[in-house]
């Protein structure tokens, strides 16, 4: 008869609990599917109270930006028309999105990630996104 006390956790469980449990990223690609899969098999609904310093934040994904994210000098992504990348809910709960509270993101660069949340959110987020035809500053 086997021990049913001792939880026995496959390399990919402890990887995705070690995942869970960290609370900062830097210098690193992130696929979001992969961090939200983990937090929801460990019960938690949204990815909460980390930091992704200099990060590749990669999709394909639509990330719910819900209270106290911030985003800090961050490429939203490219795109011909910014309205691609943001999804107006049309009802009071989300289905299939990645939920992110509490969260900062530092010069990170979003790669086929899509964003939803309050109308003053998609707003903020509209006038920070650069059209793909827009000229970049040159750098000092």
């Known amino acids: 008869m086997t021990d049913k ?10 990887y995705g609990r070690e995942l869970v ?36 934040i990669e999709g394909p994904a639509v990330m719910a930006v819900m209270t106290g994210t911030t985003f800090d000098s961050c490429d939203m992504g490219t795109t011909s ?6 999804y107006k809910p049309m009802g009071k709960k989300l289905a299939g999105v990645v939920g992110m509270a509490g969260c900062t993101f530092v010069r990170c660069r979003f790669v086929q990630v899509g964003f939803t949340g309050s109308d003053d959110l998609l707003d903020d987020l509209r006038a920070g996104i650069r059209p793909a035809s827009a000229p ?3 750098s000092a």
Request: proline share 5%; glycine share 2%; with cysteine.
């Open 21 to 56: 449990a960290r609370t900062t990223f830097e210098t690193e690609a992130v696929w979001l599917p992969l961090l939200a899969v983990h937090h929801w098999n460990a019960g938690e609904m949204a990815i909460r109270d980390k930091t992704f310093t200099d990060c590749v």
């Open 81 to 86: 028309d910014t309205n691609n990348l943001l």
């Open 136 to 138: 970049t500053e040159p």
């Open 5 to 14: 006390t001792q939880a026995t956790f496959t390399p990919d469980e402890a």
